[in-house]
């Protein structure tokens, strides 16, 4: 990619806090990445942990909503991440290297697809500095009425917010006081085609609506990097993840 082209990504993602590629990947490109999707659907999860796959209906596996770590359980998706114009994209925004930690899978089920609360990624990763992105790939075509993602411009200049508990599955907090008439006015909602790419800093307010369609899916792929300047605090994390555990465990 031109120096150039990632300098202009640079300046629209430090002012706004992400930035939208559109046709980052190729028609073919997508098609070969939903056949990969559904080939590690049905080969991979049977050797998954549970704590790594989540359907919106646990009685119903064509409603399989998140999938996480890919990357772990197959060598294509480590390829998608590592070494891949994902990567670059990333080591251009945060300035410096960067360092894979996740690819994961989203879908929003016909009818049952749930909103995904605001929050900030930052809350979970824990990280001093908060030098990390999220990336978000649509698979197909989405709009406001299947649940595409806004972000709130400008919001991770603004620090981290308040977080609260929620009984949304695989988001596990929301922003407790989101709806500010500054919120509302700097929101940007981004329907997206196969194959563009969304990507945003962890500090970015994002949310996403419910599919309230009765015939279609939203499915997406999500990779995060983290900055090697990025430093986790490991206590609280694994204190976080053990009472995430247990929460789990009495669902």
């Not at 251009?92 to 089920?109: G, W």
Request: overall charge negative; charged content about 30%; proline content about 5%.
């Amino acid at each position: 990619m031109e120096q150039k082209y990632l300098q202009s990504l640079r300046y629209s993602f430090d002012k706004d806090g992400y930035v939208y590629i559109p046709g980052f990947l190729s028609p073919e490109e997508v098609q070969a990445l939903n056949e990969h999707v559904q080939r590690f659907i049905k080969e991979r999860i049977p050797v998954m942990s549970t704590g790594q796959y989540f359907y919106e209906d646990k009685n119903d596996v064509t409603t399989l909503k998140q999938m996480q770590d890919l990357e772990k359980y197959d060598p294509y998706f480590k390829t998608l991440a590592v070494d891949s114009k994902f990567e670059t994209i990333a080591k251009a925004l945060l300035d410096e290297d960067v360092i894979c930690k996740t690819v994961e899978y989203f879908n929003k089920p016909p009818k049952i697809g749930k909103p995904t609360p605001p929050h900030q990624d930052g809350y979970y990763f824990m990280l001093d500095p908060q030098q990390a992105v999220t990336m978000w790939l649509a698979l197909e075509k989405v709009q406001e009425e299947n649940g595409c993602v806004k972000y709130v411009k400008g919001s991770h200049l603004k620090g981290m917010r308040t977080h609260g508990r929620t009984s949304t599955l695989g988001f596990s907090q929301q922003i407790v006081d989101f709806g500010t008439a500054e919120d509302i006015k700097d929101e940007v909602a981004f329907p997206a085609n196969p194959g563009d790419l969304l990507v945003h800093h962890s500090l970015t307010i994002h949310r996403a609506g419910p599919n309230t369609t009765a015939d279609r899916t939203r499915k997406a792929i999500g990779l995060i990097y983290w900055g090697v300047s990025a430093k986790e605090d490991k206590a609280a994390k694994e204190k976080y993840m053990e009472q995430l555990a247990k929460e789990r465990e009495k669902a």
